[in-house]
Nanobody
Framework: QVQLVESGGGLVQAGGSLRLSCAAS????????MGWFRQAPGKEREFVAAISWSGGGTRYADSVKGRFTISRDNANNTSYLQMNSLKPEDTAVYYC????????????????WGQGTQVTVSS
């Protein structure tokens, strides 16, 4: 079992930045691929970014490429999502998730989820 707790969400103006954190506890954090997903009101949850267990591989949704950066600190069991140049359309609840095995994008393959943190970007 892995427990995930997100933090760092909030209200920010368009063009601003936020850094989300995902603190993990339980089984060895370094074994897991970590992902970030988001869900806006009335929309389905979507993939944002993911990072491999070693940190050597990353994937991003086209909508966030060049603006968001995912990273991890295995020594401190934490994953991060640095979000720059935020837009109103980035407004959503952001979720951290963890999985074992290959693949990074498919929501259904993630086994563990945090409770989510709200990000609101005002225009």
């Amino acid at each position: 079992q892995v427990q995930l707790v997100e933090s760092g969400g909030g209200l920010v103006q368009a063009g601003g930045s936020l850094r989300l954190s995902c603190a993990a506890s339980g089984r060895p954090f370094s074994s897991y691929t970590m992902g970030w997903f988001r869900q806006a009101p009335g929309k389905e949850r979507e993939f944002v970014a993911a990072i491999s267990w070693s940190g050597g591989g990353t994937r991003y949704a086209d909508s966030v490429k060049g603006r968001f950066t995912i990273s991890r600190d295995n020594a401190n069991n934490t994953s991060y999502l640095q979000m720059n140049s935020l837009k109103p359309e980035d407004t959503a609840v952001y979720y951290c998730a963890a999985k074992l095995g290959s693949g990074m994008v498919a929501i259904a393959t993630y086994n563990y989820w945090g409770q989510g943190t709200q990000v609101t970007v005002s225009s």
